[in-house]
């Protein structure tokens, strides 16, 4: 299958991402992980590097802590310091990783204090004055985080990444947008001193790291979707709903790799997924000592609490009873544990029953699924070695090159942008819109009577297979930045819009 061909024909592209299912990003997806924020993963985007002049190298941007109001204060948005944070990368497509870069954080106390009446008292804010570099002596709490590479099993032997300039293993993370006051020069400005160029055991160019808060990229009418779908889902694509979403921050890992760091001499396609894990005991600690980190004690084994890849797979498409199971699982037992949730998807029949004109895909088990879904699509971002390895991951060709931000198509491959969803996932791709369509039995549309795709499925099984379902909300490339970390700067925490004209409260 030619690449022409795919973006042609391919509404597949919708399809890499949880394909069938996605309508959001994975936000409280699942009933344990709702109960611990700062280890819930809601995205991972991957992609070439498409700021001039880096096109040699993958961006990766995994997203943790969701719905996170300006108005944080006065702790904010820190990481778990007793979490391990990873992004894993399956380079040789068995399901399994073959590199994992590790983040681990430390939250240190200064003890600020003033003179009060004689006494020096601990002031009870994060900040005691302005900010405008890094570890201000007006931070009251430095947060920091060091990277660690492991190559084969991610419980392998770990090797330390570092600064490119001195050499330090510690990074500093920048503290939340409090708001326009605290930064004088602008929170851009301080954000983007915690930029650092990140030398990487085993590679011989430097990549880099970034880790803070930025505005939520992800861009949905989550309200609407979650009411039953209380929109019309063929619609206009572009203002006919609100972005739920608009008004939130999100912490960001973000990383830079040179694309052969990555990839083997035998495959440019890699795999990704983002996972958070916990110690196995926590115990609340009634009497802690002073300072951060000390109001619970934690034991045991690392447990792993979270795992995304492709946007929504566990929210809208593993049933309920199996979310918890999905976020504790690995991609190389996806086939023998949740088959059916692809083979058999209840998204489609959801939306028939909301829908009736909208008459579900009659193909089972979906093939099409599957192969968009666990295995990747021919030609496109498929691997060499693939074989019966399902496994649901981000897949990424990185032999496509990027495309400029101003040249984007937000449908991705659909819309004839080989360097798009679901070939990997930049911010301003529109995987809702994709997800939708390609669950409603799109590619069994575009295959055509005699399968040109071989996706074991033909334009009768899919009736509604060629309508342009759609969110009503979407962005483009210029909503976001075109350098790294790519992603926008966070809503300041003074942030408190004006009730709309005419509003009243209860």
């Not at 958070?276 to 115990?283: A, D, F």
Request: hydrophobic share 35%; glycine share 10%.
């Amino acid at each position: 299958m030619r690449m022409k061909q795919i973006s042609l024909a391919i509404l597949a592209v919708v399809t890499a991402g949880a394909a069938s299912v996605s309508l959001a990003s994975s936000h409280r997806e699942g009933p344990y992980i709702a109960g611990m924020p700062k280890v819930d993963g809601t995205d991972l985007y991957m992609f070439r590097s498409y700021e001039s002049g880096r096109q040699d190298f993958v961006t990766i941007l995994a997203n943790y802590q969701p719905f996170q109001d300006p108005q944080g204060g006065p702790n904010f948005y820190m990481m778990d310091p007793n979490a391990l944070y990873e992004v894993h990368i399956d380079n040789n497509g068995d399901g399994v990783e073959d590199i994992t870069f590790q983040f681990t954080f430390k939250n240190t106390s200064k003890g600020t204090a003033l003179n009060v009446g004689g006494k020096m008292v601990k002031i009870p804010l994060i900040n005691s004055g302005q900010i405008t570099s890094v570890n201000s002596p007006a931070l009251d709490v430095r947060e920091t985080y060091s990277v660690n590479i492991v190559r084969g099993t991610r419980r392998g032997a770990r090797s330390g990444a570092s600064n490119s300039t001195g050499g330090s293993q510690s990074f500093d993370k920048p503290v939340d947008n409090i708001g326009e006051k605290t930064f004088p020069n602008g929170y851009a400005n301080y954000a983007n001193q915690h930029v650092y160029g990140l030398s990487i055991p085993g590679c011989t160019t430097p990549g880099k790291v970034f880790v803070g808060q930025r505005k939520e990229p992800f861009f949905i009418a989550v309200g609407k979707i979650f009411d039953l779908i209380n929109l019309n889902p063929l619609g206009a694509e572009t203002g006919g709903n609100n972005n739920d979403l608009e008004g939130k921050s999100i912490s960001t890992m973000a990383l830079e790799i040179p694309i052969n760091c990555l990839t083997t001499a035998a495959d440019p396609v890699i795999g990704a997924w983002m996972t958070s894990s916990i110690r196995q005991v926590r115990i609340a600690n009634g009497a802690p000592a002073t300072g951060l980190g000390n109001a619970s004690r934690d034991g045991g084994a690392l447990t792993q609490v979270s795992r995304l890849a492709n946007p929504l797979v566990n929210e809208v498409v593993i049933g309920t009873q199996d979310k918890d199971k999905f976020n504790a699982s690995r991609p190389k037992d996806d086939a023998a544990k949740f088959a059916d949730y692809v083979t058999n998807p209840t998204l489609p029949a959801l939306i028939e029953t909301l829908f009736p004109a909208a008459k579900a895909p009659t193909n089972f088990p979906r093939t099409d699924l599957v192969t968009v879904f666990l295995k990747g699509i021919e030609g496109l971002n498929q691997p060499k070695a693939i074989g019966s390895n399902l496994a649901e991951m981000m897949r990424l060709n990185t032999s496509i090159a990027p495309t400029a931000a101003g040249a984007q198509n937000v449908l991705g491959v659909a819309g004839g942008d080989l360097a798009g969803y679901p070939n990997g996932r930049r911010p301003a791709d529109d995987v809702v819109d994709i997800s939708l369509r390609v669950a409603m039995g799109a590619l069994c549309v575009l295959t055509g009577t005699e399968d040109k795709f071989k996706l074991g499925c033909k334009p009768s099984d899919a009736p509604a297979g060629g309508l342009a379902f759609t969110d009503g909300v979407r962005k483009t490339a210029g909503n976001y930045g075109s350098t790294f970390p790519y992603l926008t700067t966070p809503l300041p925490g003074n942030f408190n819009p004006a009730p709309a004209a005419g509003s009243t409260f209860p």
